[in-house]
């Protein structure tokens, strides 16, 4: 019994390394043509301009944003955090806090703070 435990437990772990594809925790690997997902609110800017009014703001839900990195702007501080400025297009779509659906394909400026993981990292 305890063999046929170990084997499973052995099994599960296995399963779940070859599907995580990994978190990334240092934002100065991200380049351009990146691919990843973001979890929490972020702003949505439809200007590559860091002083455009943001147009909307993600929700926090399961599916989160998914992104691909099309330009890499300033690091620096907002409201407090600091971070990166990001131009990115995203690959699904996705509901925003306005209850509005945004297709894939559409192009924002984000600030992606030091502390928020980017999960599914690809280079």
């Known amino acids: 019994m305890k063999k046929l435990l170990c084997l499973i437990l052995f099994s599960i772990s296995v399963f779940l390394y070859a599907f995580d594809r990994g978190t990334l925790d240092d934002h100065m690997k991200i380049a351009r043509l990146s691919s ?3 979890m929490g609110e972020i702003d949505l800017r439809t200007e590559n301009d860091v002083s455009a009014p943001v147009k909307y703001r993600t929700l926090n839900h399961e599916g989160g ?3 691909t990195v099309l330009e890499i702007g300033d690091y620096c501080e ?3 955090k600091r971070g990166l400025w990001l131009w990115v297009r995203l690959t699904s779509p996705m509901w925003v806090d306005s209850g509005e ?3 894939k394909y559409q ?5 992606l703070p030091d502390e928020m993981p980017v999960l599914d990292f690809e280079e």
């Open 36 to 38: 990843f997902r973001l």
């Open 65 to 67: 944003m998914k992104v």
């Open 78 to 80: 907002l409201n407090g």
């Open 101 to 103: 659906w945004i297709e």
């Open 107 to 111: 192009k924002f400026l984000i600030f």
